[in-house]
């Protein structure tokens, strides 16, 4: 089956709601108009897309330190997006090859709009959170209020909404919030518009990726009221896509991608302040470098407060690249009953038994931590299986 050009995937994200495609915009195509058009199909260098949240750093980080070409592969520098829906757009119509994404949303694409994409390992573990007015304290006192989402099939809304009901609360969409019902409205809004979205009070929260949240405690505009990597321990937010056509044509392009992400992760665990420099020096995040650093050095002993699992270290963003079968079988489960704005009904024709065999080819990633000392050498056990712990399920 063909994949989907551009205007079916804008389609499907008008299908999602109006405020799903105004997040994404034109944004991603025009910083790439700007730049050469190299891809998988020509036989020239695939190229990266990212936003700029620390959930990408694995990726920036093996194109700062040159890690894809001493694998074997020049990649141009990563082009910014600047919402997820254009990254998407652009990714599935070829614009970009690689790209590491919301993972809930990497499941639409395949499933719902029939991208011919695959994942090869995860990105990240941890890393987002919900913060809110300085003077909101309990999660009850988001009742009669709007909270903002970066977009509707994400590991943030799936896991805030399971917080709201914990709470007695109920996410509506296109819903005016009321106190009196216990009901909190749900918005999608870029990243770079929560802060001084929550700052003017247009928004009394948000949840999002760092380094969104830190922005907010350096600015001293919000706090974190709750990381979501202390209700489901180690979470895989983004993962690494790329195109079916770059697995196809080049494997062993696709193998030094992977052995430059979970090089970069292995490097980044143990050096995040001078991640972190990298980050911000080599101008791929925009953010301030305090909040960047202090993304990647959240100390457990400054959230005492907010953790219920402190020996999980929710608060601190992990880099470890393989992607656990188990993991995507909760998701698929955790995704059905998930509210949002537009045609949710894909989710309920996908077996959560089979999705991980059909959706992660691994045998990539496997042999790049095969060389970097194995699973062992990122924490992970030698069967490669875990238990997921998820204490809103």
């Avoid at 196809?248 to 972190?276: C, E, F, K, M």
Wanted: proline content about 7%; glycine content about 8%; charged content about 15%.
């Amino acid at each position: 089956m063909a994949g989907p050009n551009r205007r079916t995937v804008l389609r499907g994200g008008i299908a999602l709601g109006a405020a799903a495609a105004a997040v994404g915009g034109v944004a991603g195509i025009a910083d790439l108009a700007t730049a050469s058009r190299p891809t998988a199909k020509t036989g020239s260098a695939p190229r990266i897309g990212y936003l700029p949240i620390t959930d990408a750093a694995p990726l920036l980080v093996a194109h700062g330190q040159n890690r894809y070409a001493k694998a074997g592969v020049e990649i141009p520098r990563p082009v910014l997006f600047r919402g997820w829906e254009s990254l998407a757009q652009a990714f599935v119509a070829g614009e970009v090859d690689v790209v590491h994404l919301l993972m809930p949303f990497a499941l639409q694409l395949r499933y719902q709009l029939g991208a011919q994409v695959r994942m090869v390992a995860w990105n990240h573990t941890n890393g987002s959170a919900l913060t809110v007015r300085p003077e909101i304290n309990d999660v009850r006192q988001l009742a009669g209020t709007s909270v903002a989402i970066p977009f509707w099939w994400s590991i943030h809304n799936i896991l805030l909404q399971r917080k709201l009901r914990a709470a007695g609360l109920t996410p509506v969409v296109r819903t005016a919030p009321s106190v009196s019902d216990g009901t909190v409205q749900l918005v999608v809004m870029a990243p770079a518009d929560m802060v001084p979205a929550l700052d003017t009070g247009t928004i009394s929260g948000y949840i999002v990726a760092d380094p969104f949240n830190a922005v907010a405690e350096v600015k001293k505009v919000g706090k974190v009221l709750w990381f979501t990597g202390d209700a489901w321990r180690d979470n895989a937010c983004c993962v690494v896509m790329v195109r079916q056509d770059l697995i196809d044509n080049s494997p062993q392009t696709v193998q030094a991608l992977t052995d430059g992400v979970a090089g970069a992760q292995q490097w980044i665990n143990g050096n995040r302040p001078d991640a972190a420099k990298l980050l911000s020096g080599n101008k791929y995040m925009p953010q301030p470098l305090p909040a960047i650093t202090k993304t990647l050095t959240r100390a457990e002993g400054d959230y005492a407060t907010v953790l219920t699992h402190p020996q999980w270290h929710g608060e601190r963003i992990g880099y470890t690249p393989y992607p656990f079968p188990g993991y995507t079988t909760a998701l698929v489960e955790a995704m059905r009953g998930t509210v949002v704005d537009g045609d949710a009904s894909f989710v309920d024709r996908l077996d959560p038994a089979t999705v991980h065999r059909d959706l992660v080819d691994d045998r990539f990633v496997v042999n790049s931590m095969n060389t970097l000392g194995g699973p062992a050498a990122f924490g992970l056990p030698a069967s490669l299986t875990r238990t997921e712990q998820d204490v809103l399920a």
